[in-house]
């Protein structure tokens, strides 16, 4: 339908848990349902965007019409992410690990004698965010939009990421214990652009997604 508001946008979304292996049974992941990132995708089909939809581990199916790749670690996600580029807008809602164990053994990692437990190397995961940011302009989405999982001095740290990620716009929600934004249906956004930042009322995922996309299409259709 091309009366749609973002039809012919072709609009990247990345979503859910990445999971980085341990050994061939263990893995490290984090709380993320999926349904943040999901709502999101659904309303930028629904207003007629094609979606590239690029999941981790996730709670909740994707949505209808999208195009879903799916990914296990973040290194995946990175390549994935890569792939699908070019695109006009990109969105960053997967919870990513920042780090991975340096080797995730081929065989289960063994006990070792009485009381003594294995030590953990990690090492850094690209991020994929600050990389699709930094692209030349050339190949670089019109819109890079960040998401900032936060647990205290949500608008000092929020606003300092969205400078060292280099991103467009970026959506802060606060993750501490007891809020639910990991895993429930609700979400306090503040969001940050070049010009500062709004505060949010708490409302649905759904309507988080739907905000987004109004936002999105009207910054999309007034550079026109
Ligand atoms: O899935 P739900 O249960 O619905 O929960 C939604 C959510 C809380 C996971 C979501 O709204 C959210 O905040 N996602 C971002 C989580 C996160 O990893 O935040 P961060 O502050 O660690 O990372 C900042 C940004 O960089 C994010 O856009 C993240 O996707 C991106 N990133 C991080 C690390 C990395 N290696 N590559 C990245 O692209």
Not at 30 to 53: H, P, Y
Not at 91 to 99: G, K, N, P, T
Not at 115 to 134: F, Q, R, Y
Request: proline share 6%; with cysteine; glycine share 8%.
């Amino acid at each position: 339908d091309d009366t749609l508001p973002l039809a012919g946008k072709r609009i990247l979304v990345t979503s859910g848990a990445t999971r980085e292996p341990l050994d061939p049974v263990r893995y490290l992941t984090n709380a993320s349902s999926g349904k943040q990132g999901t709502a999101i995708a659904a309303a930028l089909r629904a207003a007629g965007a094609d979606v590239e939809f690029i999941t981790g581990v996730a709670e909740v199916p994707p949505p209808n019409g999208v195009n879903v790749t799916n990914i296990t670690t973040a290194q995946d996600m990175y390549d994935a992410v890569h792939e699908a580029l070019p695109c006009d807008v990109a969105i960053f809602c997967a919870a990513v690990s920042d780090w991975r164990p340096r080797q995730a053994g081929t065989e289960k990692i063994k006990k070792k004698g009485d009381g003594e437990a294995p030590s953990l190397e990690m090492v850094l995961n690209p991020d994929i965010l600050k990389s699709v940011a930094a692209l030349d302009p050339s190949e670089r989405p019109e819109l890079v939009i960040g998401f900032a999982a936060e647990t205290e001095n949500v608008i000092e740290h929020a606003k300092a990421k969205r400078e060292r990620k280099g991103c467009d716009w970026l959506l802060a929600n606060d993750v501490s214990a007891g809020t639910g934004t990991f895993g429930g249906d609700s979400n306090s956004i503040i969001f940050f652009d070049d010009q500062g930042h709004e505060v949010w009322p708490r409302m649905s995922k759904q309507e988080v997604g739907m905000a987004l996309t109004d936002r999105i299409a009207s910054a999309l259709n007034s550079q026109k």
